[in-house]
T-cell receptor, first 114, second 110 residues
């Protein structure tokens, strides 16, 4: 079974620009979560999508948004980029169908904002 | 508020030594996962524990889930340089949320 894939792996943008990151979950997984990871803050939850609906949201400004398509693929968008948005953005998928639910992570997208 | 507290935050040991990493919470989790992450990569799942008191062994790694399903430990025997990385625990509250600990950064020196 193929793992979680994220594109692109690396991205360099300048302040004020916007960016879209993509995540393809493991086949059959309907839940996709996004996390921001920085050295100072660790792993911070952004949001979770399940069957095309946002089910949970972390404490991030409205500049961070996402969506999920009918094939469970998900995109995350950050508008009006700030220097502090530089981070590793991780996507994780899970089946959310049984008690032993587990999240499986992609390799991440390294975003650098100049 | 950090639901899951990991300790220690940093650990630097010599090859061959044993170590234990702890993951503690006041909340009950339906399952708990341990991940290892290398710089610039996503966390890789090591194990999922589900039953209170459960012990799982993965070669030199031993994972334990507390009886009350609030805490967990990871013990590594005879650590090797290849064990170096960030170890993360994560709990599933069974209400659509995963909570992550702040991580333990392990460095094993040859």
């Amino acid at each position: 079974k193929a793992g979680v894939t994220q594109t692109p792996r690396y991205l360099i943008k300048t302040r004020g620009q916007q960016v879209t990151l993509s995540c393809s979950p493991i086949s059959g997984h309907r839940s996709v979560s996004w996390y921001q990871q920085t050295p100072g803050q660790g792993l911070q939850f952004l949001f979770e999508y399940f069957s095309e609906t946002q089910r949970n949201k972390g404490n991030f400004p409205g500049r961070f948004s996402g969506r999920q398509f009918s094939n469970s693929r998900s995109e995350m968008n950050v508008s009006t980029l700030e220097l502090g948005d530089s981070a590793l953005y991780l996507c994780a998928s899970s089946s959310r169908t049984d008690r032993t639910d587990t999240q499986y992570f992609g390799p991440g997208t390294r975003l650098t904002v100049l | 508020t950090q639901l899951l507290e990991q300790s220690p935050q940093f650990l630097s040991i010599q090859e061959g030594e044993n170590l234990t990493v702890y993951c503690n919470s006041s909340s009950v989790f339906s399952s708990l996962q341990w991940y290892r992450q290398e710089p610039g990569e996503g966390p890789v799942l090591l194990v999922t524990v589900v039953t209170g008191g459960e012990v799982k062994k993965l070669k030199r790694l031993t994972f334990q889930f507390g009886d009350a399903r609030k805490d967990s430990s990871l013990h590594i025997t005879a650590a090797q340089p290849g064990d170096t990385g960030l170890y993360l625990c994560a709990g599933d509250d069974n209400f659509n949320k995963f909570y992550f600990g702040s991580g333990t950064k392990l460095n094993v020196k040859p």
